[in-house]
């Protein structure tokens, strides 16, 4: 079945550093594909998302592109800030449907 | 605050009680999604409604857990003769949908805080 891989954490980094959190799947058909981020204390949010293939989904600084040909929605970031420290997860929803399926999720450290 | 929101937050209950749990979607969502968290894992998808049905459900979805949205805005979650495996974070989302052609632009899913179950 459907089911989304993402890099195991937790990944520590130092305020400004270049973030790289790697999410790869495995679909029939066409999915649409997204990052969520969940602050501590508070609910998932939508970080980005992307449709089709090629497309970039971009928000906050965050940026992650649609790889058909290797699976992949890796989240990336320039520049990393302490109040980034939260977990990420990568999930699709299948071609038709709006369920979601999400990776494990990984938890970002962000240390001044 | 118009987002979706759960009640209750937390729940403590024995094993072999039965539990309920509400959401509230944002109100011109009309469908509405449960999942299940548990501890260091994604979210689980549970079961969606378009406004008063049930249109799909998990095979995690026991013959103990029922989900009701009878007016199509709140639902409700009910877990019968509860288990310690049963602990987890029960999550609501609600989206807007567009008709079958849209269907693959997948309308954003918001969701609320969610309700600590805790089941001894």
């Known amino acids: 079945g459907d089911s989304v891989t993402q890099m195991e954490g937790p990944v520590t980094l130092s305020e400004e550093a270049f973030l790289t959190i790697n999410c790869t799947y495995t679909a029939t058909g066409y999915p649409s594909l997204f990052w969520y981020v969940q602050y501590p204390g508070e609910g998932l949010q939508l970080l980005l998302k992307?449709?089709?293939?090629?497309d970039k989904g971009s928000n906050k600084g965050f940026e992650a592109t649609y790889r058909k040909e290797t699976t992949s929605f890796h989240l990336e970031k320039g520049s990393v800030q302490v109040s980034d420290s939260a977990v990420y997860f990568c999930?699709?929803?299948?071609?038709?449907?709006?369920?979601?399926?999400f990776g494990a999720g990984t938890r970002l450290a962000v240390h001044p | 605050d118009t987002g979706v929101s759960q009640n209750p937050r937390h729940k403590i209950t024995k094993r072999g009680q039965n539990v309920t749990f509400r959401c509230d979607p944002i109100s011109e969502h009309n469908r509405l999604y449960w999942y299940r968290q548990t501890l260091g894992q994604g979210p689980e998808f549970l079961t969606y409604f378009q406004n008063e049905a049930q249109l799909e459900k998990s095979r995690l979805l026991s013959d103990r857990f029922s989900a009701e949205r009878p007016k199509g805005s709140f639902s409700t979650l009910e877990i019968q003769r509860t288990e310690q495996g049963d602990s987890a974070m029960y999550l609501c989302?609600?989206?807007?949908?567009?008709?079958?052609?849209?269907?693959?632009?997948?309308?954003?899913?918001?969701f609320g805080p969610g309700t600590r179950l805790t089941v001894l």
């Open positions: 999930a699709l929803s299948p071609g038709g449907y709006n369920k979601l399926i």
């Open positions: 989302a609600s989206s807007t949908s567009g008709g079958a052609r849209e269907s693959r632009a997948t309308d954003t899913q918001y």
């Open positions: 992307a449709t089709k293939a090629d």
